[in-house]
Every structure is written in C-alpha cells, then in structure tokens.
C-alpha cells in the first residue's frame, strides 16, 4: 500500500501557442487593472510587446530584474510599484524576474501573473531565493505563488539553443529529485516522469532546430511539469550542490545544474533504485548518471565546473558547506563522498558512485538526520 501526503497548488495554469493574447481577461479575472510588467533588461522587447496586448491596463515596466533576486533591485522596483500606482505585477521572463515578481508580492501583497520564457519552473513553485550582499537565503512561503501562469509557447523561440538545452536540464534536475523525494507522492512520480519523457525527447530537437514549435511546445510543458514537481515535494542533494556553488563562487545557475546532476545521481542511485530507474528509462539507456551525462554531452552542455569559473581551490570549501547543515537525502551526505563527486565535476570527467559507506540502501530506510525536504532552488 502507497502512503502520502499531496499537496495541490492552487495556481491556474493556461497553457499554448498565442496564449499571450489572453493575458487581459486572466489580469481581469483577478480584479487586477492596474499591471506592473517586469522583465531583464534583454527582454525589454517582449515586455513591450506584452504591454501593448495589455493596453491601458498596463501601467508601467521595470526592466532591471537580475540574477538571484538582489534585495536593491527589489527595493527600487517596489517603489516603482507605488509610484505607479499598480495593483498586480506581471513577469515576462526567467527564474530571474519570476523571482523578482515573487519578492514584490511579499513586500506588498500585489497577485502576480507569471508569462515564463525560460524552463527553470519558478513560476510553478512557492519557493523565493534572495541577495542580500553576497548571501543568498532560499525560503518556501505559499504567499508567493503566482495565481495565474500563462505558458505562450512562442515566446521561447528567441531563447537560445544552448540557454535552452541548460534550461531544460534544469528542469529535469527538479524532476530527477522529486522522483526520490522524502515527501515524494504518486502524482509527484508520474509528472516527474512525464517531465523526463518530454524533456528528453524534445530538447535534443530543440538543440538541433530551435524554431521546431512542436519541440518548444513538449521542452514548456515538461519544464511545467518539472516545476510543479519542485513546488510540490522537497528537493535534495542535487539542489543543495547547486544553491551552495551558484551562492559561493557565482556560477550560472542552470550551467551548474546542467554539469553536477549526473554525479549526484551517481551518488544517490544505490540509495534510489525506483527513481534510477524511471530516468534510465526516459533516457533509454542502461544507467540512468552515465545516461544524463551522454545526454547532456551530445547536447553540448558545459560538463565541468572549472569552465563555468570554479576555482579548483573551492571543492574543498563547497564539500564543506555542502554537509554543515542537515537535510534529507536518500543516501547520507558525507564530506569525502562530497568532495569526490565534485572533483569529478569540476574536471568534466564521467560520474561514477563516489566513495561513502558503500551500503546500497532502500529508500524509505535512509534519512539524514535533522531536517526534512531541501529548499534550494
Ligand atoms: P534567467 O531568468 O536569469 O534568464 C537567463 C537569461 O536569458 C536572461 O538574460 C534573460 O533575459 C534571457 N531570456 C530568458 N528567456 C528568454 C527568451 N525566451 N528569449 C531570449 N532571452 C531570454 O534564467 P533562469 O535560468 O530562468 O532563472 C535563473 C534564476 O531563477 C536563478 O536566480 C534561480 O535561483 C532562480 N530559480 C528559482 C526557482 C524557484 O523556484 N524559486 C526555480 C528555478 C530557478
């Protein structure tokens, strides 16, 4: 017998190709009348052209959302908020000004409507990450979960081929980890396996010719998938490799994932036999880490850590960070085991299960010791 807990999420999601056209009734459906678009600077084009579907309900753009959500961009864009008076904020973009759209809401209660262009899921997820000098803090609050998500498939098709090939492998590590989650629940499993299908098959199309919209339309919808399975169950390992390294030494966050998730799964596979083997299978290949590191490799991802800006010098202080604080994770997290599997990543070499206790363990039966479900983003 199969024991769970699920927990919905209450976000209404539209999905398709023009479906920009519909943000006016999804922002009236709220009440809201008064929109707030957000975006990068590059993305100011799309704002533009979104701002022009929205017509007088747009009051106004703030173009400056950046990487990690830095608490001055936040500041200066929640006095723009005021200053024009909005009464809902709208991202067009990334994790970036997703993020930034989830800052704002907290610090003034505005409902956010969320139009991704990217694959990192944020939208799907009530989980905020912030800046405040160089420390980043990573918090779940349900307050900060868009209330609509529009997905408009052709506003991906300026993303870049291999932007969007690391994207994707982000959005599998999400559904990589929610396959072995310590909350995992049977509609965690099936999206996340549904996300690994599509992911696989649709991002090498992707890679290859990045105005395929049948391809864009199947990498979108496993990076909803994926999302919603990072919003729903905790993350592990993988996600904490990544949070520490991205907030230690300033790598780009979906490079990094793109590079450490085939050795964690290496790591965690004697720990997660179910869970290796649904990736295994998405993947057709006989070894679910060697698997994603060929995957990944024939899609000219970036295979190590020291081309992303790593110093060598640093394995030793990201193990460290890695295992001071507690969380869950199918196989004990131990600083040699650590500190292996980043050296492999950080030269580029193939994964392979890193030295730990040895024991091949089930996955209900390992738990590491204080907290429960990791909350990196
Ligand atoms: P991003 O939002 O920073 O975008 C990367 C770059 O690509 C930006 O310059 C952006 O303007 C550009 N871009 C995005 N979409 C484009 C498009 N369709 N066409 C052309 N250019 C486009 O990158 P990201 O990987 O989506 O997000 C990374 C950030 O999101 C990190 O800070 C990460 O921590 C955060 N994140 C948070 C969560 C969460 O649940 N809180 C989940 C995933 C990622």
Redesign the pocket.
């Known amino acids: 017998m199969k024991t769970f807990v699920h927990r919905g999420q209450i976000t209404k999601v539209v999905f398709g190709s023009g479906t920009r056209s519909r943000i006016p009734e999804e922002a009236d459906a709220l009440g809201c009348r008064r929109v707030l678009i957000l975006c ?1 600077p ?2 100011a084009g ?1 704002a533009v052209e979104v701002h022009d579907v929205l017509g007088t309900a747009a009051v106004g753009t703030f173009t400056d959302a950046a ?3 830095p608490v001055e961009v936040t500041e200066k864009a929640v006095a723009y908020a005021r200053t024009v008076g909005a009464d809902s904020v709208l991202a067009v ?7 930034l759209g ?1 800052a704002i809401a907290l610090r003034t209660g505005l409902p956010q409507l969320a139009l991704p ?2 694959y ?3 939208e799907m ?1 009530p ?3 912030e800046t405040e000098g160089r420390r980043k803090t990573t918090r779940r609050l349900p307050e900060v979960l868009p209330k609509t998500v529009v997905y408009d498939v052709d ?2 098709f ?3 081929a291999a ?1 969007s090939v690391v ?1 994707g492998i ?1 959005a599998m590590a999400h559904a990589v980890e929610a396959l072995y989650a310590q909350d995992r629940d049977p509609l965690a499993f099936l999206m996340a396996g549904e996300a690994l299908e599509s992911l696989t098959r649709s991002l090498p199309v992707v890679a290859q010719r990045p105005d395929d919209g049948e391809a864009r339309a199947d990498s979108l919808y496993g990076a909803w998938l994926a ?1 919603t399975c ?2 729903t169950v905790g993350m592990a390992l993988h996600h904490k490799v990544c949070h520490v390294l ?1 907030g230690t030494f300033g790598l780009a ?2 490079e990094t994932h793109a590079v450490v998730l085939p050795h964690v799964v290496a790591h965690n596979a004697p720990a997660a036999p179910e869970a290796v083997a649904r990736i295994a299978g998405a993947l057709s290949a006989p070894d679910a880490a060697s698997g994603l590191f060929d995957f990944a490799r024939r899609l000219g991802a970036p295979r190590a850590l020291r081309d992303l800006g790593m110093p060598e010098s640093g394995i030793e202080q990201a193990a460290e960070l890695i295992v001071r604080d507690g969380y869950w994770n199918p196989r004990p997290v131990e600083r040699t085991a650590v500190r292996a599997l980043l050296a492999r990543a950080w030269a580029g070499q193939p994964p392979c299960a890193s030295p730990g206790d040895g024991h091949p363990r089930t996955e209900s039966a390992t738990h590491h010791p204080t907290t429960t479900g990791a909350r990196h ?1």
Request: hydrophobic content about 25%; aromatic content about 2%; proline content about 5%.
């Open positions: 990068t590059g993305q799309q990487p990690h959500t973009g990334g994790g970036s000004t997703i993020g989830k262009t990217t990192a899921g944020s997820t989980i905020l990450g506003l991906t300026t993303f870049p932007a994207s982000n999302g990072l919003g991205g966050h979906a983003a």
